[in-house]
């Protein structure tokens, strides 16, 4: 299983980025899909989670301006950012699981099967 995220790049304060993360390979059926960011110096930490029921969970420091949304047909998960603030400058991590039966209010960052390689956001003041 392979996952493959893009959309990031350079933007302003208060611009917008989509991020895209598709999987691929052998998947019957996928859980949770994440998005998760690390900035230089700190921990990885969540941004969202989408359930494969459509439960949401966000991180508080982006609830009102990011949008989590899975296209299950294409396997693919997206991150709509908008107001985008020089915080939010960080390297994004989409993650999947496949087998782990965790509630996606509770599941932690070390409750996934795969993880992609990240894509730089860099959000300038």
């Known amino acids: 299983v392979q996952l493959q995220a893009s959309g990031g790049g350079l933007v302003q304060a208060g611009g917008s980025l989509r991020l895209s993360c598709v999987a691929s390979g052998r998947i019957l059926g996928i859980n949770d899909m994440g998005w998760y960011r690390q900035a230089p110096g700190n921990q990885r930490e969540l941004v969202a989670i989408?359930?494969?029921?459509?439960?949401?969970r966000y991180a508080d420091s982006v609830l009102g301006r990011f949008t989590i949304s899975r296209d299950k047909a294409k396997k693919t998960v997206y991150l709509q950012m908008n107001s985008l603030k020089p915080e939010d400058t960080a390297v994004y991590f989409c993650?999947?699981?496949?087998?782990?039966?965790?509630?996606?209010?509770?599941?932690?960052?070390?409750?996934?099967?795969?993880w992609g390689q990240g894509t730089l956001v860099t959000v300038s003041s």
């Open positions: 993650a999947v699981d496949l087998t782990r039966a965790v509630l996606t209010a509770i599941r932690r960052a070390d409750q996934y099967d795969y």
């Open positions: 989408v359930s494969s029921g459509g439960i949401i």
